[in-house]
């Protein structure tokens, strides 16, 4: 009778239908509707009588409040996510009550709103027109997308006010629209080549939204004859699932032109959706439309496509025509069967007709391919009651023994009527309960977790594990952890367990340092009427990890450059200084290496790599060490993987002493001061031996002078210069005279001036004391006497005279002595050469200018230098290495 009863309500009062609208983008929480009032159920009654969804029929969009019956927004909804660009959008949902059992079915209908403006493909179209197309000539345009249906769908296109074009917005079969542009007035070429107008799509919400792109028209030359298809439309109708490369229809178009101008193309117009160009294709040349693609009945049943067919002439223009494609349903897609398990195990005790389980068998295909007919295969004390529509149960049907069998498996099999039918099947298992008599039991008493340190807060570290030989809910099992403190903190602050898998995770990020293991009791407590239990220890172990870079301890200096001396006589293997470095990690983590980075291009150093000592690898050389400091960057690196690196920067400063090295770790400015005041010292020491050999030479060319001075007289007399020098004094002079100037000591500028007789030249000098530590001024004269043909000098050696003598200017032919000017002097005569030879040509003069350049250096060797280059090149002057050499180059220079 039970059973009698419970037919007659799933047929009769039990089954019930309501529906419900409600708009995409709604706000979580948003009331759609109250299903128990609105089907007039008891509400006090819906939780005795368990009342529920279907679990297969729950959406992630909608939720119920099982305790009132209100139908709530519990997620985002998208239309055009959920439903594309279908018409009608419809979520559907099932919801039942037992005792007795009552099935409802809830249709929602997503309403759509504008939320999408419509788009372009391309942000810029480019449209190419003849200049000899007639007005009224129509060129398709791509069209919009916009995702939105209904009204708020893509409406109309408009584009910018012109005097040439205006738009033609058509409605195609399938309700899209798209726009094409139509002339009005013809085109000239030679007056304008593009023309620019902005092309608006507009949809049919409230507020309209739009969308634009650039639309761009080329006016090219005329090709006067277009091809032409056969028919303007064409109706193809093919199977779903067809094979690629499928013939669907070989369209033909002729163009009256010849040779390349009625050579014809084809190809797909502008306007065509990608999606068509993936599934269909037209060959360019053949016009063969093929099959591309897997072609689906249940995605589209209906694809309107337009070809165009474009000759290749100079500015073809493209015919179009419009092909109706037709897809025919196969019997492609098997049942499928879902199922809503109410419940996992029964009771041995139960009574036949109780629920078992909610199912429903749905099928894409349509007609008599869509049609299911559903049954239990094998003999099992279970059979399927149709409950509504394509919704099916399975309940009990005849008395359950679990000591007999513990379980069965129940199969489920639907078989549609296509031609040939295909069918599905679907297996539950069925759990015979029992008493709650066996406690829940770890897999093992001591779980040891491994975590290394650094671990991302909230990761999943490991997974506890227990097992109950019970069944159905004496085997649910639930997972805890007992309370228990960690460095003075709850152990539930450090790590979580998902109370349904055992999961645990870790809800801190662990530091090695500070802990390096800790431990937990997890606890597993079935869910029967009287709750059995037990325990585990989980021990996690933290894993060192290489998070810290080794710290230079020392050597420390100013602004993180330490500086260390070192004695220019140190010797090879000298302990420069000691880096010492410490890393916080552990084991390979925290050994560490040290090396000389950068600053050792000289190998002046080297490092010890495991005690971080610096010491000299060779000594001190002046040639290979110029500079005064080595800037070393010394780089610490640490063994992990991969490792990790810290530098120290010490600059080693060459010192003469250690003393000094001492000094310079109280101040390096003292010891800098120390070396530019022993420079100091240096050049005025060569700068005062300079000096006094300058005075010896002075010295030395007076006592000459007063000891030939009625010699000197004789020779200076205006016969003598006058004759050439013929006299005997002057000869006699030069070869008395031993007395040799060094290059070295004397700078010889020559001055090329030819005269008919020898003149007495005033040439300033000026005397500079070595490096600049003397200078004295001072006039003095001489003369030169020579002839062209001689190959040595005589240079005659003046007193000095005032500067107001230095300004005259004597002759020896036909004037009065040319010495006269030069009354109180006491010539001396210097001659490095042999006796002036006799000639009747003319003598010339060179006078000489005696001078050693003033300079003040900073270093006495570069001074010293400066002065050693005026040699020769061999040393002293020797007798035969005259200055006649010198005097010779430099006037065939002036020549």
């Known amino acids: 009778m039970l059973a009698l009863c419970l037919a007659l309500c799933l047929t009769h009062g039990a089954l019930g239908q ?30 005795s009588r368990r009342f529920q969804v279907v679990p297969n029929s729950r959406s992630p969009y909608l939720e119920v409040n099982l305790e009132t019956g209100v139908l709530f927004v519990s997620g985002h909804i998208d239309r055009e996510q959920i439903c594309k660009q279908s018409a009608s959008c419809q979520l559907n949902m099932e919801v039942f009550l037992e005792e007795p059992l009552e099935l409802f079915r809830v249709e929602i209908e997503v309403l759509d709103i504008n939320d999408n403006p419509p788009s372009f493909p391309e942000t810029d179209i480019t449209v190419e027109i003849s200049e000899s197309a007639t007005p009224g000539t129509r060129f398709p345009l791509e069209s919009a997308f916009d995702p939105d249906v209904g009204s708020n769908a893509l409406r109309t296109y408009d584009v910018t006010t012109n005097s040439y074009f205006h738009l033609d917005v058509q409605t195609q079969s399938d309700g899209t629209r798209f726009a094409e542009l139509v002339l009005e007035r013809a085109l000239d070429r030679e007056q304008q080549a593009a023309h620019r107008y902005v092309l608006t799509a507009v949809d049919g919400g409230q507020p309209a939204r739009t969308g634009t792109a650039l639309l761009v028209v080329k006016v090219l030359d005329s090709n006067d004859n277009v091809p032409v298809f056969d028919a303007p439309v064409y109706s193809v109708t093919v199977a779903e699932n067809a094979p690629v490369g499928t013939l669907l229809i070989q369209l033909n178009a002729t163009d009256q032109d010849e040779g390349p101008n009625g050579d014809v193309l084809y190809s797909f117009s502008n306007h065509v959706s990608s999606r068509v160009k993936e599934l269909f294709g037209v060959e360019a040349r053949s016009g063969r439309v093929e099959v591309r693609g897997h072609v689906d009945y249940e995605e589209s049943a209906l694809y309107q496509i337009s070809v165009q067919a474009r000759d290749q002439g100079p500015n073809a223009i493209p015919a179009h025509c419009k092909l109706l494609l037709t897809v025919t349903d196969v019997n492609d897609n098997a049942p499928e069967i879902t199922f809503s398990t109410v419940s996992e195990s029964v009771s041995e005790r139960a009574a036949p007709g109780t629920v078992l389980a909610l199912l429903s068998v749905t099928d894409k295909d349509a007609g008599e391919n869509g049609q299911v007919h559903v049954e239990i295969l094998g003999d099992v004390p279970f059979k399927l009651k149709s409950s509504f529509k394509n919704y099916y149960t399975i309940v009990t049907d005849g008395a359950l023994d679990r000591e007999h069998v513990d379980s069965y498996s129940v199969t489920v099999v639907a078989r549609d009527s296509g031609t040939p039918p295909l069918a599905s099947s679907k297996s539950i298992r069925v759990h015979v309960s029992d008493e709650n008599d066996n406690a829940p039991a770890f897999t093992q008493p001591v779980y040891d977790v491994y975590v290394t340190e650094n671990n991302v807060p909230g990761a999943y570290i490991h997974a506890v594990s227990a097992r109950d030989p019970d069944v159905g809910a004496h085997a649910l099992l639930r997972y805890s952890i007992e309370e228990c403190d960690i460095q003075g903190m709850s152990v539930k602050t450090y790590v979580s367990i998902n109370e349904d898998t055992g999961y645990v995770y870790a809800l801190r990020s662990f530091d090695y340092e500070q802990l390096k293991e800790f431990s937990f009791s997890v606890h597993a407590q079935d869910s029967g009427a009287t709750p059995l239990a037990s325990n585990a220890t989980v021990r996690v172990i933290i894993v060192d990890q290489n998070d810290n870079a080794p710290t230079v301890l020392a050597p420390l200096g100013k602004n993180g450059t330490a500086r260390e ?123 005062s031996l300079s000096f006094i050999f300058l005075l010896v030479m002075i010295v030395l060319a007076v006592r000459c002078q007063k000891k030939h001075k009625s010699t000197m007289v004789t020779c200076m007399s205006p016969d003598c210069c006058v004759g050439s020098c013929r006299g005997p004094c002057c000869s006699r ?17 020559q001055s090329a001036v030819h005269v008919s007789a020898p003149t007495h030249a005033q040439v300033p000098v000026e005397e500079s004391g070595s490096f600049g530590s003397l200078q004295q001024k001072q006039n003095y004269c001489y003369q030169v006497c020579l002839t062209p043909e001689s190959a040595h000098t005589d240079l005659m050696f003046l007193k000095p005279c005032s500067p107001t003598r230095s300004g005259q200017d004597s002759t020896c032919a036909g004037y009065s002595d040319p010495c006269a000017g030069y009354s109180d002097s006491q010539p001396d005569i210097l001659s490095n050469g042999s006796i002036l030879s006799e000639t009747k040509h003319p003598r010339s003069e060179l006078s000489y200018l005696v001078e050693r350049p003033r300079r003040v250096n900073s270093s006495a060797f570069q001074e010293a230098d400066l002065v050693s280059s005026k040699d020769s090149g061999h040393g002293d002057s020797e007798q035969g290495d005259s200055d006649h050499d010198a005097m010779h180059r430099g006037h065939s220079s002036g020549q």
């Open 565 to 687: 001396p070192l004695p220019r006589s140190a010797e090879p293997g000298y302990l420069v200084t000691r880096v010492l470095a410490m890393d916080a990690d552990d084991g390979e983590n925290a050994r560490l290496s040290y090396s000389i980075q950068r600053g050792n291009e000289h190998a002046m150093f080297r490092m010890d790599w495991r005690t971080g000592e610096l010491r000299t690898a060779r000594r001190v050389s002046v040639k290979r060490d110029p500079l005064p400091r080595y800037e070393l960057l010394i780089e610490v690196r640490d063994h992990g993987q991969p490792p990790l690196s810290s530098s120290a920067s010490v600059q080693v400063l060459l010192v003469d002493s250690v003393a000094e090295g001492r000094g310079l770790e109280r101040g390096g400015s003292k010891v800098k001061e120390g070396a530019l005041d022993l420079t100091l010292i240096l050049i005025i020491a060569l700068g």
């Open 18 to 47: 309501i529906r419900y609208s409600v708009p995409e983008e709604a706000e979580h929480g948003t009331l759609v509707g109250n299903i128990a009032e609105d089907l007039g159920l008891d509400l006090t009654k819906l939780a």
């Open 733 to 749: 002079q030069a070869r008395g005279r031993q007395k040799k100037l060094s290059k070295s000591d004397i700078m010889l500028v």
